[in-house]
């Protein structure tokens, strides 16, 4: 009997590394038959194409290759380059590649790793018309004083939307194909219209039109990078990381994935014969961004420690009221 849930990832060849790692990751938790997976290969390049579809079959996932300029016209788009892959843009066209027998579509960005069994996750069955999603960063930082804050609001007024109701990260999201068809065939036509207001691109044209048609899903599903600042790790069970800012752990053993470096290194080089690009971080490089990162913690909890206290309350109150 094939599984009615397709665990979906989009991936162009820089991220394909990423990619792999977090399937292999999700395999070591969950058997082939209790979902069907598939990796959509943005604009594949005719010399790795074979060599990583093999490599996705070794791991029970289907390679699908998919070609963003035969699906939406670029000209004259506003595109923030540095900030997401064109890539991403791929999560609007998955549905219409899937088999007619799958039920349910959970998508997953490919910086991620799976920490926990997500067969909870995979079993679930959102109620329908809705998009399950776990808040985004900028969700938190709603009602911040100063120019973040202020930029926040700006950008979700841009949008047309109330960020006290939410503001979903699109690096997870589950729904009925049904749901999923709807409410993502209308976040693209959103970001044809209004690509100027969409800053973070597909996630931005998700938020502008999913409204009511939300479920809220745990912070442990969608586990970001920052939280790792805010102390909160420690005292929780994240089930899925998501290594939401650069650089990305497979880059060098940077912080705050230390603790995850045995994992990534020993995941990276399993797949070390694809001969994927990779970004690979200097000594000196490392020691910047953790400078870097370590002034930003330090200045959060020295100067700002009731905003601190805050996203750690924020964060608690939204893993006990989520429905997953």
Sequence with gaps: MSAEVAVCYVSDVNFLLGTFISLRSLRQFTATDA?????????????????VRQAAAGYGATLVPLRIGDQIDLEGKSWNRT????????????????????????????????ARDPSE????VP???????????????????GG???????????????????YLNAGLLLARREAWRSIVTEAA?????????????????????????????????????????????????PKVFHFTEFPKPWMGNVAPWRFLDAAIKEAAAEFSDLRL????????????YDRLRSGQARRLSSRMPVRLLLRRREFGRLVEEAVL
């Excluded at 991403?88 to 997953?108: C, D, N, Q, S, W």
């Design 189 to 237: 036509r959103y970001f044809e219209r209004h690509s100027d207001k969409c800053k973070y691109h597909d996630q931005s044209a998700l938020n502008a039109v999913v409204g009511d048609r939300r479920t809220r899903l745990s912070p442990l599903w969608n586990f970001q990078t920052p939280f790792c600042y805010w102390g909160v790790r420690e005292s929780v069970e």
């Design 83 to 114: 900030h997401v892959p064109l890539a991403t843009l791929g999560r609007f066209y998955i549905e219409r590649h899937l088999p007619a027998h799958i039920k349910r579509i959970l998508y997953v960005d490919g910086d991620t790793l799976f």
């Design 35 to 51: 979902a069907e997976t598939y990796v959509f290969y943005v604009d594949p390049e005719p010399d790795v194409i074979e060599r």
């Design 148 to 166: 973040y804050g202020a930029k926040t609001r700006q950008y979700f007024a841009g949008l047309g939307i109330d960020g006290s109701r939410g």
């Design 277 to 288: 690009p990779a970004q690979s971080l200097s000594a000196e490089q490392i020691r910047t």
């Design 121 to 124: 996750l995979l079993r679930f």
């Design 127 to 145: 109620q329908a018309g809705m998009l399950a999603a776990a808040e985004d960063i900028s969700y938190y930082a709603r009602n911040d004083c």
